[in-house]
């Protein structure tokens, strides 16, 4: 039990499976493969988000730019296709708006030595502004029919979509476990000054994770787009909060050097559920962020009271195994 | 010698700017110039200093609450909705303002009584205010009770509740002389604020938790208490400014001040606040928050967008903190070179 207690990845997949367990037996429908399906396929933009801003409260710092930034490759994207670009080289574009905005970002943070949240705060002015400014305010509609192909793939009866985000989970998570420079991201965030005093590149791993941010966003960007085949001024507001609220739940701690994308993934996938249960269950979704508030809560209260109280079991045991020494 | 101190200091350069950004918009467009004019502007942005205010003392104390954008909305559908029950509007009035010092009070609780962020505490506060302002007149509506006035719930969530009375209205339509009442307010408020952080112990804690919470505690500041205080007048200062968009709308609405965040933390920061925590000033926050509200009046009586002004707002931010941290940057070069030479000299 206690090396389930002290993974977040496992307290929050728990709850979830319960939450899940419990909406089935209110609602049957809700265990159909379909709607399984549907609540992961919804939950896409928010995994990829979520995983960008991962790297950057790794690093600990803190990204509020990223839906700001999806809806800025969204609007890229959308002017793209409609200039009459083919599909592949207008999301190449909204990548590049996105990675580039995640670099904005980084040079901020990292060469002008902006705070953080000061940085990406004025930057989420300044996309959400351009994107208007971009499209004039008013909606990019009439997309081509080939941006909105790809979100009707399907392998096994589970969507293109969800496929290329779980073998970008994959990577990710192979990636962060195993490559060398994507553990940088860990040491830099646990300890910037012993990592800088190792000789890592502290400067160049926090600009890769904003850059990454931006990257990640604009995937986001491209797959929301498919799937709702417009792009409205209001696309992926809020997204921002959402993914941080996404990764705390998921385990990725705001002190740095903590977390994984797996868990990431899972805050993410459980903020989505929590929309689509409530629906099932009957309760109107204006509720949603009460729930999604009361959740984040409840989790990182719980967490703390586990963490203190494994704290003060360690030094517990400590102090009897002091004094059984000095015996 | 000891006067020049003040000309140096940062509160004193936002007053040349002050002056200097209400200079060159007078000679762009006279209007300016005309001092009624300029001082009822200011009501489209003192609910951004009625929050900004108290969140400076947060700020200080190395925390921050961004849930007070969501206690704006959550103070107006409650003044709404009591008085919707009968009750007389300034008593909704009251009520309004105690559920932020009570949304004040449970942010405070949380922060003080673990070691979450308070970044991530007030982001969860943030959606539960957010949501249940916008979930109590539906749930009321299912128990029967008629919460979003005579209009129906299809009005209710077209323009919120409206129909107010009169005299809540002239909270922000009355002015004294030339000064409007929720100006008058903000000063007010500014005052007392001021004097709580630079004249009592309790202020001097904020800064002391701020630069090193560990010495605090040591030295036997009742850091929990001070903390929720400090958060409590936060919700304080956000349920105030919901108040005053209500009457300035004259309608109570869930969504009110939902895209205020930015220029909130914009006007603690530049005014000075560090957002590591352990200084700002309210004299600070209050200017830079002026400076930020008559630009944007300014912007906009110039015919430039309010998109365009979003990202003249977001660089200015992000400039004036890199020139701070570069300044910062050079004092301490400079200090060091300074140390050197004298070594050299003995």
């Given at each position: 039990?206690?090396?389930?207690?002290?993974?977040?990845?496992?307290?929050?997949?728990?709850?979830?499976?319960?939450?899940?367990?419990?909406?089935?037996?209110?609602?049957?429908?809700?265990?159909?493969?379909?709607?399984?399906?549907?609540?992961?396929n919804?939950?896409?933009?928010?995994?990829?988000?979520?995983?960008?801003?991962?790297?950057?409260?790794?690093?600990?710092?803190?990204?509020?730019?990223?839906?700001?930034?999806?809806?800025?490759?969204?609007?890229?994207?959308?002017?793209?296709?409609?200039?009459?670009?083919?599909?592949?080289?207008?999301?190449?574009?909204?990548?590049?708006?996105?990675?580039?905005?995640?670099?904005?970002?980084?040079?901020?943070?990292?060469?002008?030595?902006?705070?953080?949240?000061?940085?990406?705060?004025?930057?989420?002015?300044?996309?959400?502004?351009?994107?208007?400014?971009?499209?004039?305010?008013?909606?990019?509609?009439?997309?081509?029919?080939s941006?909105?192909?790809?979100?009707?793939?399907?392998?096994?009866?589970?969507?293109?979509?969800?496929?290329?985000?779980?073998?970008?989970?994959?990577?990710?998570?192979?990636?962060?476990?195993?490559?060398?420079?994507?553990?940088?991201?860990?040491?830099?965030?646990?300890?910037?000054?012993?990592?800088?005093?190792?000789?890592?590149?502290?400067?160049?791993?926090?600009?890769?994770?904003?850059?990454?941010?931006?990257?990640?966003?604009?995937?986001?960007?491209?797959?929301?787009?498919?799937?709702?085949?417009?792009?409205?001024?209001?696309a992926?507001?809020?997204?921002?909060?959402?993914?941080?609220?996404?990764?705390?739940?998921?385990?990725?701690?705001?002190?740095?050097?903590?977390?994984?994308?797996v868990?990431?993934?899972?805050?993410?996938?459980?903020?989505?559920?929590?929309?689509?249960?409530?629906?099932?269950l009957?309760?109107?979704?204006?509720?949603?962020?009460?729930?999604?508030?009361?959740?984040?809560?409840?989790?990182?209260?719980?967490?703390?009271?586990?963490?203190?109280?494994?704290?003060?079991?360690?030094?517990?045991?400590?102090?009897?195994?002091?004094?059984?020494?000095?015996? | 010698?000891?006067?020049?101190?003040y000309?140096?200091s940062?509160?004193?350069?936002?007053?040349?700017?002050?002056?200097?950004?209400?200079?060159?918009?007078?000679?762009?467009?006279?209007v300016?110039f005309?001092?009624?004019?300029?001082?009822?502007?200011?009501?489209?942005?003192?609910?951004?200093?009625?929050?900004?205010?108290?969140?400076?003392?947060?700020i200080?104390?190395?925390?921050?609450?961004?849930?007070?954008?969501?206690?704006m909305?959550?103070?107006?559908?409650?003044?709404?909705?009591?008085?919707?029950?009968?009750?007389?509007?300034?008593?909704?009035?009251?009520?309004?303002?105690?559920?932020?010092?009570?949304?004040g009070?449970?942010?405070?609780?949380?922060?003080?009584?673990?070691?979450?962020?308070?970044?991530?505490?007030?982001?969860?506060?943030?959606?539960?205010?957010?949501?249940?302002?916008?979930?109590?007149?539906?749930?009321?509506?299912?128990?029967?009770?008629?919460?979003?006035?005579?209009?129906?719930?299809?009005?209710?969530?077209?323009?919120?509740?409206?129909?107010?009375?009169?005299a809540?209205?002239?909270?922000?339509?009355?002015?004294?002389?030339?000064?409007?009442?929720?100006?008058?307010?903000?000063?007010?408020?500014?005052?007392?604020?001021?004097?709580?952080?630079?004249?009592?112990?309790?202020?001097?804690?904020?800064?002391?938790?701020?630069?090193?919470?560990?010495?605090?505690?040591?030295?036997?500041?009742?850091?929990?208490?001070?903390?929720?205080?400090?958060?409590?007048?936060?919700?304080?200062?956000?349920?105030?400014?919901?108040?005053?968009?209500?009457?300035?709308?004259?309608?109570?609405?869930?969504?009110?001040?939902?895209?205020?965040?930015?220029?909130?933390?914009?006007?603690?920061?530049?005014?000075?606040?560090?957002?590591?925590?352990?200084?700002?000033?309210?004299?600070?926050?209050?200017?830079?928050?002026?400076?930020?509200?008559?630009?944007?009046?300014?912007?906009?009586?110039?015919?430039?967008?309010?998109?365009?002004?979003?990202?003249?707002?977001?660089?200015?931010?992000?400039?004036?903190?890199?020139?701070?941290?570069?300044?910062?940057?050079?004092?301490?070069?400079?200090?060091?070179?300074?140390?050197?030479?004298?070594?050299?000299?003995?």
């Open positions: 039990m206690k090396p389930l207690l002290r993974s977040r990845e496992a307290l929050v997949t728990l709850l979830l499976v319960l939450l899940v367990v419990v909406t089935g037996l209110f609602n049957p429908n809700f265990f159909k493969p379909d709607s399984i399906v549907e609540i992961f919804a939950s896409l933009t928010l995994v990829l988000i979520s995983l960008g801003e991962m790297f950057v409260i790794l690093t600990r710092g803190i990204d509020v730019s990223v839906g700001a930034t999806a809806g800025l490759a969204a609007v890229v994207l959308g002017t793209t296709l409609n200039l009459g670009w083919p599909v592949g080289a207008a999301a190449l574009a909204a990548v590049a708006a996105g990675t580039l905005a995640g670099a904005l970002n980084a040079f901020g943070v990292t060469f002008l030595r902006v705070p953080p949240i000061i940085m990406t705060l004025g930057t989420l002015g300044i996309y959400r502004g351009l994107m208007r400014i971009i499209t004039g305010g008013s909606w990019i509609e009439n997309l081509p029919q941006i909105k192909e790809p979100n009707l793939w399907s392998f096994l009866g589970v969507p293109f979509f969800v496929w290329l985000t779980l073998a970008l989970l994959a990577l990710t998570a192979f990636v962060t476990l195993r490559v060398r420079l994507a553990r940088y991201f860990y040491a830099v965030g646990d300890n910037e000054a012993g990592a800088y005093l190792l000789g890592l590149p502290v400067r160049w791993t926090q600009f890769a994770a904003y850059t990454l941010a931006g990257t990640f966003a604009a995937l986001a960007a491209i797959v929301f787009t498919s799937q709702i085949g417009f792009v409205s001024m209001n992926a507001d809020g997204f921002e909060l959402k993914a941080i609220a996404a990764n705390v739940l998921g385990g990725v701690s705001l002190t740095g050097g903590v977390g994984t994308p868990g990431a993934a899972i805050g993410a996938l459980f903020l989505t559920a929590v929309h689509s249960m409530l629906i099932f009957g309760v109107p979704g204006i509720w949603d962020n009460a729930f999604a508030g009361i959740i984040l809560l409840v989790v990182v209260y719980v967490d703390y009271r586990v963490r203190s109280a494994l704290e003060l079991q360690r030094r517990q045991a400590r102090i009897r195994g002091d004094a059984g020494g000095g015996a | 010698m000891k006067w020049t101190r000309l140096r940062w509160e004193f350069a936002l007053f040349v700017l002050l002056l200097l950004e209400l200079a060159v918009l007078g000679l762009v467009n006279p300016f005309n001092l009624e004019n300029l001082l009822y502007s200011t009501l489209d942005f003192t609910h951004i200093l009625f929050a900004a205010l108290p969140l400076t003392l947060v200080i104390t190395a925390g921050i609450d961004i849930s007070g954008v969501s206690v909305g959550l103070a107006s559908i409650t003044l709404g909705l009591v008085w919707v029950a009968g009750v007389n509007v300034f008593v909704a009035l009251a009520v309004a303002l105690l559920v932020g010092v009570l949304a009070a449970f942010n405070g609780f949380f922060v003080s009584r673990t070691d979450v962020n308070p970044l991530v505490i007030t982001l969860g506060t943030l959606f539960m205010f957010a949501g249940l302002a916008q979930g109590m007149p539906a749930l009321l509506d299912k128990l029967g009770f008629k919460a979003y006035g005579s209009a129906g719930l299809a009005a209710y969530q077209y323009e919120g509740i409206t129909g107010l009375p009169d809540f209205i002239a909270l922000t339509e009355g002015s004294l002389g030339v000064v409007p009442y929720p100006f008058l307010a903000v000063l007010f408020f500014a005052l007392v604020l001021s004097l709580l952080l630079h004249k009592t112990r309790f202020g001097r804690y904020l800064y002391l938790i701020g630069v090193n919470p560990k010495a605090a505690a040591y030295s036997g500041v009742p850091i929990r208490r001070v903390l929720v205080w400090a958060y409590v007048l936060s919700g304080f200062g956000a349920a105030l400014a919901g108040v005053m968009l209500t009457s300035y709308f004259t309608s109570a609405r869930a969504d009110l001040g939902g895209d205020a965040l930015l220029p909130i933390i914009t006007a603690v920061v530049l005014g000075g606040a560090d957002i590591l925590g352990g200084s700002g000033t309210i004299l600070g926050t209050l200017l830079a928050g002026m400076i930020l509200g008559f630009l944007r009046q300014g912007l906009l009586a110039l015919g430039v967008t309010n998109d365009l002004i979003q990202v003249v707002v977001g660089s200015l931010l992000i400039l004036a903190m890199a020139a701070k941290q570069l300044l910062h940057v050079y004092g301490e070069y400079r200090l060091k070179r300074k140390a050197l030479s004298s070594k050299d000299g003995r």
